[in-house]
């Protein structure tokens, strides 16, 4: 991609209504746009992130035999009413709207709902199970206050994953599963090291509810930290029972703010016998289905990616999630040079975005560093001279000089 | 995918009170679920379609510079007052809901508004110019009535394209460019020959817009066509000036019922006159961006194409757009040898939906051709013996046998 093509342009100062550091970050390198508090919209290199993050969450998911589908925003009250989750006293961050002939309809915070009803159609027998779903769509939470950037905002993708078992076993099985998926979608973006299984509240149907919480200043959440067993404990679960349950000494753990980057649950037979989700088993017997939840928000890993991974300068991407790999910088007159290696990466399938702009080499530079593309390639008549590019980490401060010939082979392996 | 495992179920009946064909046919064949009227789930099936077609589009809008990006569904009203839309007596089909402050918000039912205003940061001088961005975004239209399955809906799916050129001639020319593109889409879905380039009305800044119009008794347009000249009109600009403008005799147009499966739309200064889209030309001087929209609803279109490949068994999909490529029924006992083809297949990447399941050939073969995957391949005791499997085209009659090892190699070609 062209930079002077590219629908976006980095700015120097943040909106100062905008106090987090990945709003204001990603906006600064017009990654995203606010449109309103906790509603941003993703511009050509954030959807780009995005994207990035969200292919690898659907391959995980995949590769746990989740099928993916897409239900809607607009919800019908009816269903929600079954469940006791359509009243304003129940669940407070509804927003709700009306058709024409005034009947109300609720914008989806979550989709247990419409997709337990849903499988209500498709499950009759215990052939039927089990089945894994899941979507990226659209999730509407009227926040009353929307501070932390794309960590928490109003409207954001969601991935959920809905689990059906024929019973405990299976669920628990497949609990595990998920569990596992999850580890690998943290480390691959980069944030695995820093994310820990954390063992939070169960509800009235499971003793505990697993959440993956990246220690993070930003985070909302309080975590104890077990480094040994590699395990956190949620404060809301932060008791002595629970210590004791889980083999762990108080004195041994460290508290630590964290963002929840993701959670698992084990809903049971709750919303299955609200909704009426049965099956037949071998003997012909009805049983509930036994469900549970899996949920990430990409925009929230994606923010917390960058809440974790910059410096004074910008943003410092993860390779897997970076919006490229390459960044290209033509300084002077070096067009053709440049455009010649621009040719070539492309026609190698690196992705690159390509500094074409007519501006000063420092306005390059400052754009490249808060743009945070991994790798940086300049090429100016000094790195010509000597039949070079000058290649630099975005993570590192040294710079080596790498041979015209030799620079897309430097990329292909 | 294996039928056994997939989300899905096959229906004999239609929902009583769907009354579009596209819809019945859809829902009967597992690729959609009706939350209500004019909301549809899309289920794995119908996903895969969905997404063939918007991976279609979105090839071809990347060929003519166009760069992706993702705005968002809730709308702040001041914008929309600026253009005078927010009121409901000037747009009468939006959704309205409520921040917890009481603030009203909009569901978006466009993004011209959003897009124009995120122009103004992205556009000053005529160096930014042109540049061209789209998405595949939800929109929500409060229809009073909603009673033709997914080829209007209340919440769907829509690919908007908008042009900002500095001038009309850079306009012009890249409307030119969206109109081919536009063509290539619709022949690549399998509509192609059905669809004509309509003219209608231009509003009050050009003198036409351009409508897609595919030749389709489900349709809500009355167009007039001109086979001669591969034009239509649309009824609002059907008159005797229209006609002598675009060198037509009335008496040698058919008339016909279409469905509009996209439209391209000169909007010139009017949203950027509004919203205070302007740069500086390379004089100094300050001048309005020159803007265009172009729009199709890979849900409309996907209903379109049902609507128009279909027999009283089922659906017909093209093979550009169909959620598998072939549809292979394992019959009797023959497990082994049907596992083995399936395993080669996915071996050489030729997506196959494998029925597996434990019922009736009758309610195998039933099911194939409702689901109308292209190409039908069977593997049964009869078959076996000639170490064959049986072969049927969905849209032929005639059936032929393939030698085992030859089965790849037909779907290679």
């Given at each position: 991609m062209r930079q002077s093509q590219l629908f976006t342009k980095t700015q120097k100062q943040a909106p100062k209504d905008e106090v987090s550091l990945n709003a204001q970050l990603l906006i600064r390198g017009g990654f995203v746009d606010k449109e309103m508090a906790g509603v941003y919209s993703f511009l050509p290199l954030g959807w780009r992130v995005l994207n990035k993050i969200i292919a690898i969450i659907r391959q995980e998911m995949n590769a746990i035999g989740g099928q993916e589908l897409f239900l809607t925003a607009l919800q019908n009250p009816e269903l929600w009413k079954k469940t006791k989750r359509w009243d304003d006293e129940v669940v407070d961050d509804w927003f709700k709207t009306k058709l024409k002939n005034d009947n109300e309809l609720g914008l989806s915070f979550t989709h247990e709902e419409p997709l337990t009803n849903l499988a209500v159609k498709h499950v009759?027998?215990?052939?039927?199970?089990?089945k894994y779903v899941y979507q990226f769509q659209t999730k509407f939470r009227n926040e009353?206050?929307?501070?932390?950037g794309i960590l928490r905002g109003r409207e954001f993708i969601m991935k959920d994953l809905y689990s059906f078992n024929a019973d405990q076993a299976g669920l628990d099985a497949f609990y595990e599963q998920a569990k596992a998926a999850y580890k690998k979608i943290f480390d691959r973006c980069g944030i695995g090291e820093k994310t820990f299984l954390t063992f939070a509240s169960g509800g009235s149907f499971s003793k505990y509810s697993h959440e993956f919480q990246a220690v993070c200043e930003a985070g909302e959440d309080l975590i104890y930290i077990s480094q040994k067993k590699n395990i956190a404990i949620n404060k809301e679960v932060h008791n002595d029972e629970v210590l004791a349950d889980l083999g762990l000494?108080?004195?041994?753990l460290t508290e630590a703010k964290a963002i929840e980057v993701g959670n698992i649950f084990k809903l049971g037979t709750k919303f299955s016998q609200a909704l009426g989700l049965k099956y037949k088993d071998e003997e012909g017997q009805e049983q509930n289905v036994v469900m549970g939840s899996y949920g990430i928000g990409p925009g929230r890993l994606m923010g917390t990616v960058v809440e974790l991974n910059n410096d004074e300068r910008g943003i410092v991407w993860?390779?897997?999630?970076?919006?490229?790999r390459v960044h290209l910088l033509q300084l002077g007159d070096t067009q053709k040079e440049a455009e010649k290696i621009y040719h070539d990466l492309q026609a190698q399938n690196i992705e690159a975005l390509f500094d074409d702009r007519d501006t000063t080499p420092g306005q390059k530079f400052a754009d490249a560093d808060l743009i945070g593309i991994p790798y940086r390639l300049v090429v100016s008549s000094k790195t010509l001279e000597k039949n070079s590019v000058e290649l630099k980490k975005r993570s590192e401060e040294k710079t080596e000089l790498v041979k015209i010939p030799d620079v897309v082979k430097y990329f292909e392996c």
């Open positions: 009759g027998s215990y052939k039927d199970l089990p009353l206050r929307a501070k932390s000494e108080k004195e041994a993860p390779e897997a999630v970076a919006p490229f």
